[in-house]
């Protein structure tokens, strides 16, 4: 089975500084990560992944995540935070290759920043 | 940029009547997903569908549901007799060959 954790259910940070939504993931094989956000009644947009080789992923509106293999994790960063990107977001794991495409979600973090 | 589209955005039931909520998945994608989250839950997998049949199930797909590709572009979900607690937000999406998937707006299901 699959999980994925996502410590925080809220996350505040000030406009400008930097961001960091975290998340941890368990499978058996290797992983695929990935970062969805969501806005007030919108659906969930894809924000970056985690497939293999370089462990710092770069996203859409400057965010980037690192994944370590150690730690079992998959942060979220972004170095200045944005009014804007005050959202819900989301962590998603599958196991790579094994034929199962579905994603297993965490249960979100909303993210506030304060202008 | 192609996108995965769903009708209705709000559909308003009333317990024990059937209900189908469609999609169009990006065009070239080969497998399409029906995923439901309920109000301040999280994002929870129902069904996958690949080559015209079922290739994966959570729990929560029952009897109660089924899924269909009536033709080359549409992609649907029907919950024969509804219940209060299928109150939720069903996202369709698609994916392959990229492997994150794409994700519809979403519609809101409200059983009465």
């Known amino acids: 089975a699959q999980s994925v954790a996502q410590p925080e259910d809220q996350v505040n940070v000030a406009e400008g500084n930097p961001l960091t939504v975290k998340c941890t993931y368990s499978v058996s094989g290797n992983p695929y990560l990935f970062w969805y956000v969501q806005y007030p009644n919108r659906g969930l947009q894809f924000l970056l992944k985690?497939?293999?080789?370089?462990?710092l992923v770069k996203g859409s509106y400057g965010f980037e995540a690192e994944f370590n293999k150690s730690q079992t994790s998959f942060h979220l960063k972004k170095p200045s935070a944005l009014v804007s990107d005050s959202a819900l977001y989301f962590c998603?794991?599958?196991?790579?290759?094994?034929?199962?495409?579905?994603?297993?979600f965490g249960k979100g973090t909303k993210l506030s920043v304060i202008p | 940029e192609p996108e995965v589209t769903q009708t209705p955005s709000h559909q308003v039931t009333q317990m024990g009547q059937e209900v189908i909520l469609r999609c169009v998945p990006i065009s070239n994608h080969l497998y399409f997903y029906w995923y439901r989250q309920i109000l301040g839950q999280k994002v929870e997998f129902l069904v996958s569908?690949?080559?015209?049949?079922?290739?994966?199930k959570s729990e929560i797909f029952d009897d109660q549901f089924s899924v269909e590709r009536p033709d080359g572009s549409n992609f649907t979900l029907k919950i024969r007799s509804t219940k209060l607690e299928d109150s939720a937000m069903y996202f369709c999406a698609s994916n392959l060959p990229a492997p994150e998937a794409f994700f519809g707006q979403g519609t809101r299901l409200t059983v009465v």
């Open positions: 998603a794991v599958r196991v790579a290759g094994a034929g199962s495409y579905q994603l297993t």
């Open positions: 569908f690949y080559n015209n049949e079922i290739s994966e």
């Open positions: 985690y497939i293999t080789g370089d462990n």
